[in-house]
């Protein structure tokens, strides 16, 4: 007889829970009479851990596939558009306070580097002497001037230019959680897990135990305690993977910052500054800036960090309380064992950088139920295809982050030479740099499917922090000169057109909340 996964049970909220929740149930279509169940076991003791979320395009995709209203969203969750990130003084230290920066923004708009990679012309210096960053995207124009992305006429979740959001991550959960349970049919459970119990015959987990007495049975068990892992790391018992010999930044101070005035300018944009000893997020959202000091503790002490992080934020920050958050940066030796599967910080962690977090929880979530083993017979399969996938896009994720320190020029503080030491550097990494002195990053480098980080964000990067890439002997490789800088001409064309068009970003937002959206 045929063994059917029926009950889904998710150990943890937050938006990793509630997120996995309204993925399964609106893609299994669990308010069909012959589909599966979901039960979500939440703490009422444990705080959600974000202190304001910045997410990638594909969030949007997610919301509308799981029903939620864009302009609902956008005012519940205090959001504001992201159309990318700004590095400051990431490849140099500051001059005579004189800052530099570049943008890694969200799309390239008209060209697809995989299609026709303008890099070498810039580097051949045949497109003149704008920084790439600014020569290859009209966003990251946009963005630097604080242009929203769209029209308020625009339709919900269309877009002119790319984007997705910054949001208020505790007012996000509050959304998903009362969307699941009203409209998609998730039974919530209030408690706490005190004990996990297993099935004699294969190791399975057969139910977990709460403190208010009551069982709860499963077939298919989704971990998202966080960093605790209480399902896939404390009853199953699988290890992780410490990257802090990569990664140093295993400390962050967050403070919430209101904004001078009620019509101040919401940046386009995630702005990351980069200090002595870490990294400083500022995230805008409508009525306050998250911003927080991510860092090493073995490269600075709190009250060092405080002191910089106050600094950054100015007057506003008087008197407001830091919140501290240590960060367990790894991830684990399999994300799937048996009938369990760790979403979120239960299966890896890497750090702020990149706002890469949510969207690998929607990529997990998405590959279970594109994947789904309704039978109990195909988990296996399923289990090993899941753990090899993430297991590079983990790594892979490790390289990109690393790629933003270990090719800066800083050479200030012990941090930066750390980082720069090759001994901290991946190999993986390393070959590409090796390769990309003389070669520029092409389509491929990037082979797989779902590798989280592809050529353009390289690119971005890697020219955006000075990489030297010398064509000297190779530049007849690169005949199209002419269609490069037809190109660029219609990339300046665009940026002259959205900059006559789009709203700022706070007056969009304002439009927005008093006018609504058009729906598709």
């Known amino acids: 007889m045929k063994k059917l996964v029926n009950e889904i049970v998710i150990v943890g909220g ?27 076991i939440e703490s009422p003791d444990i705080p959600i851990m974000g202190v304001g979320e910045g997410t990638w395009p594909t969030i949007r995709t997610t919301l509308q596939e799981i029903g939620i209203d864009e302009v609902e969203f956008i005012t519940y969750c205090e959001a504001s558009f992201k159309q990318g990130a700004e590095f400051v003084n990431w490849a140099n230290p500051p001059v005579d306070g004189k800052s530099s920066s570049y943008f890694h923004p969200l799309n390239a708009v008209f060209h697809a580097s995989y299609d026709f990679n303008m890099a070498p012309y810039w580097l051949n210096g045949d497109l003149g002497e704008m920084p790439y960053d600014l020569l290859a995207a009209s966003q990251s124009r946009i963005s630097q001037l604080g242009f929203a992305p769209k029209l308020v006429t625009t339709p919900q979740y269309q877009a002119i230019q790319n984007y997705s959001y910054h949001l208020n991550a505790n007012k996000f959960a509050e ?20 004990d996990v119990s297993f099935q004699a015959d294969n190791g399975n987990i057969a139910s977990v135990l709460t403190d208010n007495a009551s069982e709860v049975n499963g077939d298919l068990f989704i971990d998202c305690s966080g960093s605790k892992a209480i399902l896939l790391g404390e009853a199953l018992g699988v290890k992780w993977n410490s990257i802090s010999d990569v990664i140093f930044n295993d400390t962050a101070l967050a403070l919430q910052v209101p904004y001078e005035s009620d019509d101040a300018p919401i940046a386009s944009n995630t702005i990351a500054t980069a200090q002595d000893a870490g990294w400083i997020w500022d995230i805008g959202l409508q009525s306050r800036r998250g911003i927080g000091y991510v860092y090493s503790s073995r490269h600075t002490t709190e009250q060092a960090a405080e002191k910089a992080l106050r600094k950054y934020a100015g007057k506003m920050a008087e008197g407001l309380a830091v919140r501290k958050i240590n960060l367990n940066l790894g991830y684990r030796e399999k994300f799937w064992h048996k009938n369990c ?11 702020p950088l990149e706002a890469s ?3 690998l929880i929607e990529a997990g979530v998405n590959m279970i139920a594109d994947q789904f083993p309704r039978e109990l017979s195909a988990m296996p399969y399923v289990e090993s ?14 390289d990109f982050i690393k790629l933003h320190y270990c090719i800066s020029q800083r050479r200030d503080s012990q941090y930066w030479i750390d980082n720069c030491d090759p001994k901290s550097i991946p190999d993986s990494l390393q070959e590409k740099l090796a390769h990309w002195q003389y070669h520029p990053p092409s389509k491929h480098d990037f082979g797989n499917a779902f590798e989280p980080f592809v050529l353009d964000s390289y690119l971005f990067v890697l020219y955006g922090m000075g990489y030297k890439t010398d064509l000297t002997y190779n530049r007849s490789a690169y005949p199209f000169t002419e269609q490069a800088k037809i190109k660029l001409g219609q990339i300046d064309k665009l940026t002259d057109s ?23």
Request: glycine share 6%; aromatic share 8%.
């Open 341 to 351: 599967v760790a979403i979120g910080m239960s299966a890896a962690f890497i750090e």
């Open 175 to 194: 959304l998903l959680t009362k969307h699941c349970v009203e409209k998609l049919g998730v039974k919530h459970v209030s408690a706490n897990v005190i």
């Open 498 to 520: 959205l900059k006559s068009q789009l709203p700022k970003n706070r007056e969009l937002l304002n439009k927005i909340k008093q006018y609504g959206m058009t729906k598709i």
């Open 14 to 40: 937050g938006t990793a829970g509630w997120l996995s929740a309204a993925l399964l149930a609106k893609k299994l279509n669990i308010l069909a009479p012959d589909s599966v169940n979901i039960t979500l």
């Open 357 to 359: 977090a949510i969207f």
């Open 385 to 398: 295809k899941f753990n090899n996938t993430f297991s590079m896009r983990w790594q892979k994720s490790v």
